[in-house]
């Protein structure tokens, strides 16, 4: 029986981010404004075949699943990986930090300029209509952040974990991840959260502050053909 993080994008695209899916009960995806994810019901020629009918010409999606992907039909692939998923196994407590604040609208321009430097994931301006953010800031300059992404019953991805080169070294994508993990508790909710195959650091971190491995991701980028 498949796990409801197996296709972590299908399903929340069919709960609590049903509001922001686009597509049929084939295959769905957000809105290109929010975020390039894409997801099918399954690998049938059905569903593969409806991908088509949500993806103009020179589009991109992006596929984020246990499952071995299986290119759709009038798509190209541009890029596969390997990624990691990674669950709390432990309870993360709220906390509250001076130095951590709320990020909103008028913070969407820092926060892409920040992601596009440190490359955490696929973000956009409207990142924020996935879930809540929260970063750090210095002398104005926003420094760090992470917030949250992916949503299903009972579960939140933390996502966009970054800092700029200038202060790493400083704990702060730690900080900010036991922040975010801990608001994440406090709503009842277990998080988890993804990160590339080959990055060791990464995974090393979050093992130590309590998340394990749950299964290998298969991380796929198509481009939509005429």
Known sequence: MSHVLDRPIWNALNTRHAALAKGDGDAKRYAPSIHPFACGRDESPESLAAFADIAEPGETLIFLQADEFVPPPRFSTSATSFGVQMVAERSMPEFEDERIEK?????????????????????????????????????????AMAGERLKQEGLTEISGVCTHPDVRGRGLGRLLTLYVAGKIYGRGEQPFLHTYATNAVAIALYEKIGFRLRTRMNVAVIERQA
Do not use: V, Y
Not at 106 to 124: H, N, Q, Y
């Open 103 to 143: 990020l909103g609208e008028t913070d969407a321009a820092d926060m892409l300029e920040l992601a596009m430097l440190t490359k955490p994931g696929p973000f956009t301006m409207k990142a924020q209509a996935l879930g809540s953010f929260w970063g750090i800031r210095e002398n104005g300059r926003l420094i």
